[in-house]
């Protein structure tokens, strides 16, 4: 999706397109709550930063439509637990923050290729354990996500007619917990494959140059 409506933003250097999401990240954070104006700003830019980037407001839309009714309910149950004075600045500073950081992290996603911020945390001295992690996680959720659609379709094959809402929660811990399992089973025989083809620790992608030979 980095790539589909080049514009300003995907010109920017890698580093000013990694660094800018989490400068708006961090400073949300440290920001109290009684400075709401601040974070409006934070808001304002972060939103005019996504209009440079050519994203639909659709997009955008949908996704915090998504994202902020279950933590909208997180936030509510502050002022019920601490008070509702207390409670109230934890539940505000909750949803400010949590609402810039899907922005800050929606627009990165939308201008900066997976691989192409690889290798930039690479080139800042990130340590490598972490970034493996990171590689490996964002490889294999969409590999866990067919396994469960493929789980999906073979459980709606097998059941005729309306079992039931208590029979589909049943059901869908039972796929979960299978997910689980063949994940696991999964993940060994990958490593097993991977060591079995000299893997080193090292993340290499088709973008570095070949070294010369000897």
């Given at each position: 999706?980095?790539?589909?409506?080049?514009?300003?933003?995907?010109?920017?250097?890698a580093g000013a397109r990694l660094f800018f999401p989490f400068a708006v990240v961090?400073?949300?954070?440290?920001?109290?709550?009684e400075f709401w104006p601040l974070h409006g700003l934070l808001g304002c830019l972060i939103f005019a930063a996504h209009t440079l980037a050519n994203i639909p407001l659709r997009y955008l839309v949908f996704r915090l439509a998504i994202f902020l009714p279950p933590v909208?309910?997180?936030?509510?149950?502050?002022?019920?637990?601490q008070g509702f004075?207390?409670?109230?600045?934890?539940?505000?500073?909750?949803?400010?923050?949590?609402?810039?950081?899907?922005?800050?992290?929606?627009?990165?996603?939308r201008v900066?290729?997976?691989?192409?911020?690889?290798?930039?945390?690479?080139?800042?001295?990130v340590p490598m354990i972490l970034?493996?992690?990171?590689?490996f996680t964002y490889r294999y959720v969409f590999v866990l996500w067919d396994e469960l659609e493929k789980m999906r379709t073979a459980r709606q094959a097998r059941s005729f007619g309306d079992p039931g809402t208590w029979s589909r929660w049943k059901t869908s811990a039972q796929l979960l917990g299978m997910l689980v399992l063949r994940a696991l089973t999964r993940a060994e025989r990958v490593h097993g494959a991977m060591c079995a083809r000299g893997w080193d620790g090292?993340?290499?992608?088709?973008?570095?140059?070949?070294?010369?030979a000897a």
């Open positions: 999706m980095a790539g589909e409506a080049p514009s300003v933003c995907h010109r920017l250097p961090l400073a949300g954070l440290v920001t109290p709550p909208t309910l997180v936030a509510l149950s502050f002022p019920m637990s004075r207390t409670g109230w600045s934890v539940s505000v500073a909750i949803l400010l923050r949590s609402t810039l950081a899907l922005m800050a992290g929606i627009w990165m996603v900066m290729p997976f691989e192409e911020m690889i290798q930039t945390l690479r080139r800042y001295k970034l493996s992690t990171l590689a090292q993340i290499r992608t088709l973008d570095e140059p070949t070294p010369p």
